[in-house]
């Protein structure tokens, strides 16, 4: 099963196995302090995507779009925790405000469908 949660909600024993899925670091969260099991950058939108959806120059449809065709270029690490989501409960952590139009949706989606 994967589900997704912002990472500044309480963790919680049906979380299952953690990852952070932002590029960068949440603000005012200290390394020890947040828990997860797994940071995995990889599987975050690149740079340019994210900058690109946060200043509003692109919309979701199309962010999401992109950031597929990103996916679709990290097989490995896709499979990865897809195969990992088959064993136990993954939870997908990011640190965006909208619950439903961020790429860790996207992602979760993504795995979902393999």
Excluded at 12 to 37: C, E, F, H, M, N
Excluded at 62 to 67: D, G, I, L, N, P
Aim: charged share 25%; aromatic share 10%; hydrophobic share 45%.
């Amino acid at each position: 099963m994967i589900q997704c949660k912002r990472l500044y909600d309480a963790a919680s024993s049906q979380d299952g196995y953690r990852i952070l899925v932002d590029r960068l670091w949440p603000r005012g969260i200290k390394k020890t302090a947040l828990a997860y099991d797994e940071w995995c950058k990889t599987l975050a939108p690149s740079a340019a995507l994210r900058k690109a959806f946060h200043s509003e120059t692109i919309d979701f449809a199309s962010f999401s779009e992109a950031y597929r065709a990103e996916l679709a270029a990290q097989r490995d690490e896709v499979a990865r925790i897809a195969a990992l989501a088959q064993k136990q409960t993954v939870t997908l952590l990011y640190g965006a405000k909208d619950s439903q139009h961020n790429h860790a949706q996207v992602l979760a989606a993504w795995l979902r469908a393999l």
